[in-house]
């Protein structure tokens, strides 16, 4: 699996951005997707989920109602729109995949095993 984000930059506290993630996969919907972040002197963390089907998204409590992840089975993508951003978003964000998740691993944001190269995302104050 190769996945590859775009749409991280530099953007104010109250923007927006939205996040894209392309699979280089034979059938998309065989793989659960996420989104994660990793700050600087951080470890990485759990953002949003969503199940092959998309009928299930799970999210951190920090960004829910500000965060939407979505996924486009045919365009084999996942989105990961940020809205009223805050300057503790900052951090470089990364799409992973993974083909055994469940409902408890999805909620948790584990068992991910392939990752993409992450994009940054800085949010100035």
């Known amino acids: 699996v190769q996945l590859v984000e775009s749409g991280g930059g530099l953007v104010q506290a109250g923007g927006s951005l939205r996040l894209s993630c392309a699979a280089s996969?034979?059938?998309?919907?065989?793989?659960?997707m996420g989104w994660f972040r990793q700050a600087p002197g951080k470890e990485r963390e759990f953002v949003a989920t969503?199940?092959?089907?998309?009928?299930?998204?799970y999210y951190a409590d920090f960004v829910k109602g500000r965060f939407t992840i979505s996924r486009d089975n045919a365009k084999k993508t996942v989105y990961l729109q940020m809205n009223s951003l805050k300057s503790e978003y900052t951090a470089v964000y990364y799409c992973?995949?993974?083909?055994?998740?469940?409902?408890?691993?999805?909620?948790?944001?584990?068992?991910?095993?392939?990752w993409g190269q992450g994009t940054q995302v800085t949010v100035s104050s």
């Open positions: 992973a995949s993974d083909p055994w998740a469940t409902s408890d691993t999805l909620k948790r944001g584990t068992g991910f095993d392939s």
């Open positions: 996969v034979r059938i998309f919907t065989n793989y659960a």
């Open positions: 969503i199940s092959w089907n998309g009928a299930n998204t």
